[in-house]
């Protein structure tokens, strides 16, 4: 697998797992019926710097994710960054290599930490963000309208980079 900065042509073939993901509306707080033309803005619109993961065999994008400062001024190295997985392609280690390189990738841009604002409590993700050295800050309680577990907290997590 490679994992790369985006290209612009690369944007027809995240939106598919994109769309797929938000649409579940299990893990991200973003609207289920985002167009494509708002999920583009949300996930690529400056100063993201987004990367995908390519299947090199096949040429198929895996995975994609963007680091980005979460505040701005004198707080500004501290980073925020999202992250998915094509479902179609989830189990082969593609979230954890996209999280390792996206760390790596902040730390080289100067980046001290790295914070992430709303993690549904649920997400399967929670177990990779804690392996990697994340903690829970804290968890604002009934949140997030889980489409399966009801009313669900969202974890606001940090590392040091």
Same mark, same amino acid.
């Given at each position: 697998?490679?994992?790369? #900065?985006?290209?612009?042509?690369?944007?027809?073939?995240?939106?598919?797992?994109?769309?797929?993901?938000?649409?579940? /509306?299990?893990?991200?707080?973003?609207?289920?019926?985002?167009?494509?033309?708002?999920?583009?803005?949300?996930?690529?619109?400056?100063?993201?710097?987004?990367?995908?993961? #390519?299947? #090199?065999? *096949?040429?198929? $994008?895996?995975?994609?994710?963007?680091? *980005?400062?979460?505040?701005?001024?004198?707080?500004?190295? $501290?980073?925020?960054?999202?992250?998915?997985?094509?479902?179609?392609?989830?189990?082969?280690?593609?979230?954890?290599?996209?999280? #390792?390189?996206?760390?790596?990738?902040?730390?080289?841009? /100067?980046?001290?930490?790295?914070?992430?604002?709303?993690?549904?409590? *649920?997400?399967?993700?929670?177990?990779?963000?804690?392996?990697?050295?994340?903690?829970?800050?804290?968890?604002?309680?009934?949140?997030?309208?889980?489409?399966?577990?009801?009313?669900?907290?969202?974890?606001?997590?940090?590392?040091?980079?």
């Amino acid at each position: 697998m490679l994992i790369r #900065e985006a290209a612009a042509d690369d944007w027809p073939r995240i939106w598919p797992f994109w769309h797929r993901i938000v649409a579940a /509306g299990d893990t991200y707080t973003w609207a289920r019926d985002t167009s494509e033309e708002a999920a583009r803005a949300l996930w690529t619109s400056p100063p993201k710097r987004v990367y995908v993961a #390519e299947d #090199e065999t *096949t040429g198929t $994008i895996v995975g994609s994710a963007f680091v *980005t400062p979460n505040y701005g001024g004198p707080a500004d190295r $501290i980073a925020n960054a999202g992250f998915m997985v094509d479902p179609d392609h989830g189990g082969r280690g593609i979230g954890r290599a996209l999280a #390792e390189h996206i760390l790596a990738a902040a730390r080289e841009q /100067g980046f001290r930490g790295m914070v992430f604002n709303a993690v549904v409590e *649920t997400n399967p993700a929670v177990k990779l963000w804690r392996s990697l050295g994340f903690t829970i800050l804290g968890t604002v309680p009934d949140a997030f309208d889980h489409p399966r577990d009801g009313r669900v907290g969202l974890h606001i997590m940090y590392r040091a980079l």
